[in-house]
């Protein structure tokens, strides 16, 4: 960046570059939902089939594989959350996680809502390190609730988010 700014201090004028003032863009930067609602078979993960963009910086979200794999290196924050009716009785619970390269790397695991009608939202995030080539990113979802359940589409409640919150530390 060649902009500058003049400052005064104590009376002296001083000229700042602007790349000295500027924040670091947390890009690139995905935010996925589905398109419509989607059956998770019981007792095997399921990738979810995040397959609707609605904010997609670096062009790095694929809504063909659901993957994200980001060209830019550093470090990034994901989120994924799933509502579903995943479990009704004691022992039933749902697990929704994040994989890296077809490996898990952030997970939560939900026990049954005490209302057996109640659907719930199931959630995970955390950070990791990604190389900006050739490491890519998904969300699924498991549960053991005896037959396959409905994940809902409404995106206020299922949703898939990532960005790079800074380069290498």
């Not at 994040?98 to 939900?110: D, V």
């Not at 009608?117 to 490491?135: K, V, W, Y």
Request: charged share 15%; proline share 2%.
């Amino acid at each position: 960046d060649t902009d500058e700014f003049v400052l005064s201090d104590a009376g002296v004028l001083k000229r700042v570059d602007y790349s000295y003032l500027k924040g670091q863009l947390m890009t690139p930067v995905f935010k996925a939902v589905l398109s419509g609602n989607q059956s998770i078979s019981s007792g095997s993960g399921t990738t979810i089939a995040f397959d609707s963009e609605q904010l997609d910086t670096g062009g790095c979200y694929n809504i063909s594989t659901y993957k994200f794999t980001p060209n830019v290196e550093g470090w990034y924050y994901f989120v994924a959350v799933g509502l579903i009716e995943h479990g009704n009785a004691a022992g039933e619970y749902g697990n929704i996680y994040i994989e890296k390269g077809g490996n898990l790397i952030i997970a939560n695991r939900h026990g049954s809502p005490s209302d057996p009608a109640l659907s719930t939202s199931l959630m995970c995030a955390g950070i990791s390190h990604m190389n900006g080539s050739s490491d890519w990113v998904q969300a699924a979802i498991w549960h053991n609730h005896g037959v396959a359940k409905t994940l809902d589409n409404n995106e206020d409640y299922t949703y898939w988010l990532g960005f790079r919150i800074t380069g290498s530390v």
